[in-house]
């Protein structure tokens, strides 16, 4: 499976526990959509800020430089999140909780 | 070990536990569902926005973050793709992960590898591919492209692979009672995995990601065929039509070019579609020469008014072509300003309203929608990159530590492998 599908499953799921079901496709398409329009955006932001001054500089470093060796970068960077996977997994839980209570207090 | 309760599926559980308390979504429009629906598109969710917006208020008031953000908005970096090694790093992340022995790890690595792959551009024959592609564009040119670009670049990291392809075709091939257990086993692994293996997955996450942003970015770049039909329509009577019709055809179906065009690209398209109407315009409503006879006085006043109606249509034309112009101009003086007074105006205001800060982030070129475009195609590589979706089943299963998510587990490790 792709990370697409992934989202796209957190979302549904998060849909799925607060009661709104796939009835109509269009409308329920309509706001999976968003929604993970929502998350996509929220995860990206939240690994950027994840990240140290440096190691966003030397990821926009990546984006200008004419040859940049992403190998090194794994070297530079393994010590400096090192409990990277733990954070994410983390912010997915919190995003997934505060989304059901913020959901199911507007359908409420 | 704990098995799936009566052969059921994650699904199959949730249907049948949704089926006491369903609410459905109805065409006739649930009211409650009308209210979620319009807050989630007007950004009126209030709590998640104010957190996303909170979150890019502090990535802003970091030099360096904003930096990156600012790079990814701009999105003009295509010639940084052509210089990219993201295959020596995905066999990095392969033969890492081997080493490792992390199934779960190494399957995602496959993925990872599998996904950019096509689009790698790590030498002369890959190179040379993918400006065939984006130049080319004939089946013959492609065609012996993609031979050189296989045997040169696909078939050596492949066989680099090897050993990764098989054994995760042998993991795929096991039960759905050993992956339970491996999935397991593998929240203890994720507690004691190696510094290495965290630097594998931190790296691979941000290349990964990147890669992922310069796949959108190139994307976003492929002007060149609307770029032909505009120099032709200048040339060609004819193609004056093809340009219209193809203005037409984006504006209906906006996936199919309108998302991918910058605002340079997407100004120069639309005042060269103008250009053709106009062009278009004058030439069905010229009159013959035998009808403007200028010794005829009533014929002359007539094609005077006619051609002053003419003109000030097309003159309309040319006055909005000015404002779409004066528009764009705007436009880019709010994202410059943006880097300077956004910043000041979270601080002061966020908690106050917001409403001035989304309206400043709304629109098609605003930085709020880059961010979104390279923020999913971020997080799509990030996640492929580190086998993130099955870190999160796991998580579930000990936050829930329940029979359902065991089966979500089984169910979706099956697929993650397979």
Redesign the interface.
């Known amino acids: 499976?792709?990370?697409?599908?992934?989202?796209s499953?957190?979302c549904e799921e998060i849909l799925?526990e607060i009661?709104?079901?796939?009835?109509?496709e269009d409308?329920?398409n309509?706001?999976k959509t968003?929604?993970e329009?929502?998350v996509?955006?929220?995860?990206?932001?939240?690994?950027?800020?994840l990240?140290t001054?440096?190691?966003?500089?030397k990821?926009?470093e990546?984006?200008?430089?004419?040859?940049?060796?992403?190998?090194k970068?794994?070297?530079r960077?393994?010590?400096?999140?090192?409990?990277?996977?733990?954070l994410?997994?983390q912010i997915?839980?919190h995003l997934h909780n505060?989304?059901i209570s913020?959901?199911t207090a507007?359908?409420? | 070990m704990i098995e799936q309760k009566n052969g059921k599926t994650e699904k199959q559980e949730?249907l049948s536990v949704?089926e006491s308390?369903?609410?459905?979504?109805?065409?006739s429009?649930d009211k409650?569902?009308a209210?979620?629906?319009n807050?989630?598109?007007n950004g009126t969710?209030d709590?998640?926005d104010k957190?996303?917006v909170t979150?890019?208020a502090?990535?802003m008031n970091?030099?360096?973050?904003a930096?990156?953000?600012e790079?990814?908005a701009r999105g003009t970096?295509t010639?940084?793709v052509e210089?990219?090694?993201?295959i020596?790093?995905g066999i990095?992340?392969v033969e890492m992960g081997i080493k490792i022995g992390h199934d779960l790890i190494k399957s995602a690595a496959m993925?990872y590898m599998s996904?950019f792959l096509p689009s790698a551009i790590a030498n002369k024959e890959a190179h040379e591919f993918i400006k065939v592609v984006t130049t080319d564009q004939t089946a013959t040119g492609i065609s012996a492209a993609w031979e050189g670009f296989k045997e040169y670049v696909v078939k050596p990291a492949a066989q680099l692979s090897q050993e990764g392809l098989s054994k995760t075709a042998e993991t795929a091939g096991r039960g759905t009672d050993v992956i339970i257990s491996k999935s397991a086993e593998g929240i203890g692994q994720?507690a004691q995995?190696p510094?290495?293996a965290?630097?594998?997955?931190?790296?691979?996450?941000?290349?990964g990601?990147?890669i992922g942003?310069y796949k959108e970015m190139r994307e976003a770049s492929s002007f060149a065929p609307l770029a032909k039909m505009i120099e032709e329509s200048k040339i060609n009577p004819d193609a004056r039509l093809s340009l219209i019709v193809m203005e037409k055809k984006i504006v209906e179906d906006r996936n199919m070019m309108g998302f991918k065009l910058s605002r340079d690209e997407w100004l120069t398209f639309i005042s060269s579609v103008r250009d053709a109407k106009i062009s278009i315009l004058k030439e069905k409503t010229a009159l013959s020469k035998i009808v403007a006879d200028p010794t005829n006085l009533y014929y002359k006043q007539w094609v005077e008014n006619h051609r002053s109606l003419v003109d000030s249509i097309c003159d309309g034309q040319k006055r909005i072509a000015e404002t779409d112009r004066q528009m764009s101009t705007q436009i880019l003086a709010q994202f410059n300003k943006n880097k300077t007074n956004m910043v000041n105006e979270f601080n002061t205001s966020l908690e106050i309203d917001l409403s001035p800060v989304q309206k400043q982030l709304a629109g098609y070129h605003s930085l709020?929608d880059k961010?979104?475009r390279?923020?999913?195609a971020?997080?799509?590589g990030?996640?492929?990159a580190?086998g993130?979706?099955m870190?999160?089943r796991?998580?579930k299963f000990v936050?829930k530590g329940t029979i359902k998510t065991v089966a979500a587990v089984a169910s979706?490790g099956t697929?993650?492998i397979s």
């Open positions: 499976m792709n990370n697409e599908n992934f989202i499953e957190f799925s009661g709104v079901t796939a009835t109509d409308i329920f309509k706001i968003t929604l329009d929502r996509n955006s929220r995860l990206f932001l939240e690994i950027i800020n990240l001054p440096e190691q966003a500089a990821l926009t990546e984006l200008n430089i004419k040859n940049p060796e992403p190998a970068l794994f070297e960077l393994a010590v400096e999140i090192p409990n990277f996977q733990g994410v997994a997915l839980t505060e989304l913020d959901l507007i359908k409420a | 949730n949704l308390k369903e609410i459905t979504v109805e065409k429009g409650n569902i209210i979620l629906q807050k989630l598109e969710l709590l998640f957190n996303s979150l890019l502090r990535v970091n030099p360096q973050k930096g990156l953000l790079r990814i970096a010639h940084v210089k990219i090694t993201p020596v790093s990095a992340g993925k996904g994720v995995i510094t290495g965290i630097g594998w997955l931190v790296g691979s996450a941000l290349v990601g990147t942003v709020s961010t979104l390279y923020g999913k971020f997080m799509d990030a996640l492929n580190t993130l979706p870190l999160w796991i998580t936050t979706g697929s993650l």
